[in-house]
């Protein structure tokens, strides 16, 4: 049985075993939820629809025309970056964290066979009572040693398209300086010679609405219509699309976001970073790219541009049918993923080695769980 139907057989016994008074009152209200949506939906439509006629396709978005033809990134060395973690545990407020970060190399381009590098892999331990958020404490960590397979990579000085799984500042929150700091040193080392990419599957960030608020002098209740720009921009595309029959790739205008929430201490730091949104036919999903840049070159802005240009064609031409995501990141996604299973059979090894000959120790143990 494959992984994808026992997940549906699990799903189905769990729904199937909730209380049937309980249930009765939850589909009916699922079902009332899923008509308003629908209506949601509509109206949203109707309004992109009527925005994107106001402001003019050109001042929002390009098409795959606007995209270099003499620059072919599937001959570029290229490098997917990952990290993964699953917290289990809690015994006596103790969490353990199996944790990996993997770099996919593709050094000749696509031609060449992908090499899986397992930068670090380990078990972090986490005392609930020093940092009350476990889950966001184990995120930090994970990405502190994504931050190194950053700068280790930038050191060894080779020209190339170093794809990242998620946004360039990340976590997307307030951390401390130090973090900033080590994160930025590494970016800046690889931006030296060489292209970095984030990719952001799930933004909820407002840039591009209070952008164009601004330039186009847009009523913000028309724009706060929509929760988020990937939202905004996903209606966009579907209404071109569906005017004009197009299914070709679709990207945004660049913005630049440095200066915004929570990109400051970034900026701060030297680091310039600029966003767009991009669609690669009317079956991909909306996905937010952001490209860095060391601070003094964002004064050159056809030059910004031709390097945004070859960020996105990058991503287009990794891009593969049914996939979300460049083929580098998609597979460094994959070799890193900590798995339950997985971190249910470490902790099982944890609890297993932690057994004592001595009765009183059992039975502490016993307590704690």
């Not at 606007?66 to 990952?82: E, W």
């Not at 170093?162 to 973090?179: A, L, R, S």
């Not at 900033?180 to 040193?185: A, G, L, N, P, Q």
């Not at 900026?267 to 600029?274: A, D, R, S, T, Y």
Request: proline share 5%; with cysteine; charged share 30%.
């Amino acid at each position: 049985m494959r992984l994808e139907q026992i997940n549906e057989l699990r799903k189905r016994m769990e729904f199937n075993s909730t209380e049937s008074e309980t249930l009765v009152r939850l589909v009916e209200e699922s079902q009332q939820k899923g008509e308003s949506f629908q209506k949601e939906n509509k109206r949203l439509r109707i309004l992109s629809q009527k925005l994107l006629k106001k402001i003019g396709r050109e001042q929002i978005f390009f098409t795959d025309a606007d995209l270099p033809s003499n620059f072919d990134p599937k001959t570029c060395c290229s490098v997917g970056i990952d990290g993964s973690f699953f917290p289990m545990g809690g015994i006596g407020g103790k969490w353990y964290i199996p944790y990996s970060v993997v770099r996919i190399l593709f050094s000749e381009g696509f031609h060449s066979m992908p090499v899986v590098d397992v930068y670090a892999a380990g078990i972090e331990e986490i005392q609930e009572q020093e940092f009350i958020n476990v889950k966001s404490e184990a995120s930090l960590r994970m990405l502190v040693g994504e931050s190194k397979a950053i700068e280790n990579w930038g050191a060894k000085n080779i020209p190339s398209l170093i794809f990242i799984d998620g946004p360039i500042v990340d976590p997307p929150k307030p951390v401390n300086d130090d973090y900033v700091i080590e994160r930025t040193k590494g970016i800046k080392k690889c931006l030296e010679k060489s292209i970095m990419i984030g990719c952001v599957k799930r933004s909820r960030d407002n840039f591009f609405k209070k952008d164009f608020e601004e330039k186009f002098k847009i009523d913000f209740s028309e724009l706060n219509n929509f929760p988020s720009d990937q939202y905004l921009f996903a209606y966009f595309f579907m209404s071109y699309r569906h005017e004009t029959d197009y299914n070709g790739s679709l990207f945004s205008h660049f913005i630049d976001i440095s200066n915004m929430p929570p990109n400051e201490k970034y900026n701060e730091n030297g680091l310039k970073i600029f966003t767009v949104y991009f669609q690669k036919n009317i079956n991909s999903k909306v996905m937010r790219i952001d490209i860095p840049f060391l601070a003094g070159r964002e004064k050159n802005l056809l030059a910004i541009e031709k390097t945004i240009k070859k960020a996105i064609k990058s991503v287009n031409d990794w891009q593969y049918p049914d996939q979300y995501v460049p083929l580098p990141v998609e597979l460094a996604h994959q070799k890193c993923n900590i798995k339950q299973g997985t971190a249910e059979v470490l902790y099982e090894e944890i609890i297993t080695r932690s057994r004592s000959a001595d009765v009183i120790d059992q039975i502490t143990l016993m307590q704690l769980r």
